[in-house]
């Protein structure tokens, strides 16, 4: 008994594995990043302040104002079937760029334009035969439907598993969650109902790569006034929806200024500022808002903070971008490079 205990009980891998619910349609390189980053790494990688750091390259330079990159492989790297990492082995799909490989450590990337902050992008991970990468989690199995990932399994070297679970709407992973399908749904906006249950536990987290913003069309006939844009940004009880964004700049990033302006919460200014625009044009001012269903309970608090200011305004879901809009609602990712 002694012996199965001390030897063959930990290797037994007992129960079943974390299953997270994950919500979108994915197919293999298309996959979240923080998933690929299990897998894989890639030449680089970002500190929390924006910076390329070595990660599978150990240095680069750059030569012609640029447009040449060439990366030094680290020398004791090996993918996840043993194999040695060599620059034969790292693959890029980049148009509009030559790639050489001089000798088994050196990466040299040509590109047709000098574009900076060409680290930040070899900061993605790379993979071999499909989701072979060099990081600690491996791909253990894949099922795909119609060329989407519908569930992943990964694991590490301690035979730790973990399983996501792919669903193509909001609802369809809740209903997962509920049935016990999952163990977990994971970055997901309305966490309604499970912050009301007692047998659930609701983690708020800060996406800082990400910015709910909204976008003013300057062409519309309304918009197109500086002062009525700028009234219904004093109108918005910003604190009410979250963790203020300042910029659609990473606040951790070196690049990001505290000291922009911030249009505080301030009604009274608002209506200050739509007194003074014509008063045929004040009949006119109707807002609608369009955005996408995950964002449909914040773009009605904004319409109902514009109604407090007395403009007409109403929320419309759409599912795709809008060619034609007033204002738009949505989700930005933060590129890696903050020249945006």
């Known amino acids: 008994m002694f012996f199965i205990i001390k030897f063959i009980y930990p290797s037994i891998n007992i129960g079943h594995p974390l299953t997270i619910g994950i919500v979108g349609r994915y197919k293999t390189d298309e996959l979240p990043e923080y998933i690929l980053n299990m897998i894989g790494d890639g030449l ?45 082995s790292v693959i890029y799909d980049f148009t509009d760029v030559t790639i050489e490989r001089p000798d088994k450590n050196t990466l040299v990337f040509k590109l047709n334009d000098p574009f900076s902050p060409f ?13 072979l990468g060099t990081a600690e989690w ?36 809740k209903t997962a969650f509920k049935l016990g399908e999952v163990d977990m749904i994971k970055n997901i906006i309305d966490p309604d109902p499970f912050q009301n249950w007692s047998t ?19 062409k519309d006939n309304i918009l197109v006034d500086k002062s009525i844009r700028q009234a219904l940004y004093y109108a918005i009880d910003k604190n009410k929806l ?10 951790n990033s070196f690049a990001f200024n505290p000291q922009v302006k911030t249009y505080e919460y301030n009604p009274d200014r608002a209506k200050e500022l739509l007194s003074a625009i ?22 009605e ?12 305004s109403t929320a419309l879901v759409s599912s795709f ?20």
């Not at 608090?301 to 007409?312: A, F, P």
């Not at 034609?324 to 590129?335: A, D, S």
């Open 278 to 299: 014509p008063e045929e044009q004040k009949n006119f001012l109707d807002i609608k808002i369009i955005t996408t269903p995950l964002l449909l309970k914040t773009a």
């Open 119 to 131: 680290p930040a992008i070899v900061s993605k991970p790379t993979f071999r035969k499909g989701l």
């Open 321 to 340: 971008i809008p060619d034609e809009f007033q204002v738009y609602l949505t989700i930005l990712e933060i590129p890696k490079d903050v020249d945006q």
């Open 242 to 251: 979250g963790d203020r964004a300042l910029s659609p700049i990473n606040p």
């Open 138 to 173: 491996k791909v253990d199995k894949a099922n795909l439907f119609s060329g989407y990932i519908q569930e992943l399994t990964l694991v590490n070297k301690n035979k730790e598993r973990v399983v996501y679970r792919f669903y193509p709407t909001l609802d369809a992973t």
């Open 44 to 88: 680089t990688q970002m500190s929390a302040d924006g910076l390329p750091l070595p990660n599978l390259a150990e240095s680069w330079q750059s030569t012609d104002n640029g447009k040449v990159w060439k990366f030094n492989l680290k020398k004791d790297i090996n993918w996840q079937d043993g194999s040695k990492l060599t620059s034969d």
């Open 301 to 312: 608090s904004i319409s109902q903070d514009w109604q407090k200011i007395n403009i007409k």
């Open 200 to 218: 659930s536990l609701v983690k708020e987290n800060i996406a800082y790569d990400q910015v709910v913003v909204l976008f003013f069309n300057t």
